[in-house]
Each structure stands twice: as structure tokens, then as C-alpha cells.
């Protein structure tokens, strides 16, 4: 069945500096959809992408969905206390139907 | 609107002990699924429904029913609980014309 691979599964980063998250899936999605856990809470959708090659942009998130649409990547630049959280991509294979990756651990040290 | 709402938000259950955990939305979503999540292991589907009358397994269906009688209510059925089946289990809703899933709050379930 389809598969989601994410990385790294832990990332620890100083305030200000970046980070990104990496996606791959097993085969071709129809979308791409990223969400944020925060700590003892429970997913909240940041984005979905849909096309070819897409670049998004939420502030300081960038979200991207590779040519071949198997692969996608978000980027926060200049990280923020408040962006503390498990980060999750989730592909759609053409249904309703998504299948999360196991997420990144952000924490960021002010 | 409320959302997605779950009950009950934990729960402590013994061994061999049958429960229903609730999952009910206002908002009109065809949609619905039911994921455990568990550490290092991210979200895992169990159940998913397209629309009332309408259920299918996910990857982790073995110990678990559902059903979907009305558009609103999408309850999960634990029919002998195992320890195994200690998680945090989050019912999600979407729609064909909605971007994205909009989750409950949760379950934090033990079976001791």
C-alpha cells in the first residue's frame, strides 16, 4: 500500500536559524497536505498542494511539491518559539483517503 | 459550529472491557476517519467512512468496528480491549469541496 516516509524524525534548532522537513511517498499523489501538532494537542491543516512543481507560502513557511508529485517539502525560516511542534505531511492517492508520514519533532531553543 | 467533538477525552479501561468512543461533527462533511496515534509511529488510519452507509478499513482495522448511520456521528468500537490498543486515537472529518481534515481533540485511552 502507499507509504509516506518523513525526515528527519527529530530536529532541534536555535532560535532564528531554519529548518525544513522532508516528504517522500511510495507513489504519485493527486495532493499534498501538511499539518502542525502542537504539543498535547491535535493536528491542525496548514496547507494542501495540488500541482506539479507548486510553491506555497504562509509567512515564514514555505511549502513545496515536487515535479514528479511524490515528494514535498516545508521550510520555516528564522524559527520562532511559537513554531514548536510535530509537523506531519499527509498524501492523497486520488481519494479522501491520506496517509501521514510519522511527523518531525521541531524544538526550538530561545 | 463545534467542529469535530470527541468523547470521552480519556479513558481507562481493563482488559477484555468493550468501548465506544464518539466522534460527532457539525459540519456537514461526507468524510470521516478515525486514526490512533502513537510515539514515533505518527498517525495510523484505522477506520474511514465516505458517507453514511458507508465504512472501509485503514492500515490498523484488526480489533476495532465502526459505523456511519448519519452524516454526523462516526463512533469507533473497541469489541475486547488490549493493552496493545493503548493510544491516542483523534476521529477527523472532511469534505470534497473543504482543503484539508479538520480533527477532534482526542482520546487518550489506557487498557491496563
Known amino acids: 500500500g502507499q507509504q509516506v516516509m518523513q525526515i528527519p524524525q527529530y530536529q532541534h534548532v536555535q532560535e532564528g536559524e531554519d529548518f525544513t522537513t522532508y516528504c517522500n511517498s511510495s507513489?504519485?499523489?493527486?495532493?499534498i497536505q501538511w499539518y502542525k501538532q502542537r504539543p498535547g494537542g491535535h493536528p491542525v491543516f496548514l496547507i494542501q498542494?495540488?500541482?506539479?512543481?507548486e510553491v506555497k507560502k504562509q509567512k515564514r513557511l514555505t511549502f513545496q511539491f515536487g515535479e514528479a508529485k511524490k515528494n514535498s517539502s516545508l521550510h520555516i525560516t528564522a524559527t520562532q518559539t511559537t513554531d514548536v511542534g510535530t509537523y506531519f505531511c499527509?498524501?492523497?492517492?486520488?481519494?479522501?483517503?491520506?496517509?501521514f508520514g510519522k511527523g518531525t519533532k521541531l524544538t526550538v531553543n530561545p | 459550529n463545534a467542529g469535530v467533538t470527541q468523547t470521552p477525552k480519556f479513558q481507562v479501561l481493563k482488559t477484555g472491557q468493550s468501548m465506544t468512543l464518539q466522534c460527532a461533527q457539525d459540519?456537514?462533511?461526507?468524510?470521516m476517519s478515525w486514526y490512533r496515534q502513537d510515539p514515533g509511529m505518527g498517525l495510523r488510519l484505522i477506520h474511514y467512512?465516505?458517507?453514511?452507509?458507508?465504512?472501509d478499513q485503514g492500515e490498523v482495522p484488526n480489533g476495532y468496528n465502526v459505523s456511519r448511520s448519519t452524516t454526523e456521528d462516526f463512533p469507533l468500537r473497541l469489541l475486547s480491549a488490549a493493552p496493545s490498543q493503548t493510544s491516542v486515537y483523534f476521529c477527523?472529518?472532511?469534505?470534497?469541496?473543504?482543503?484539508?481534515?479538520?480533527f477532534g481533540s482526542g482520546t487518550r485511552l489506557t487498557v491496563v
Open positions: 477527523a472529518s472532511s469534505s470534497w469541496t473543504v482543503k484539508g481534515y479538520t
Open positions: 507513489t504519485t499523489l493527486s495532493n
Open positions: 498542494l495540488v500541482k506539479s512543481g
Open positions: 499527509a498524501g492523497a492517492g486520488g481519494s479522501e483517503k491520506l496517509v
Open positions: 459540519m456537514n462533511h461526507e468524510y
Open positions: 467512512s465516505v458517507g453514511a452507509g458507508i465504512t
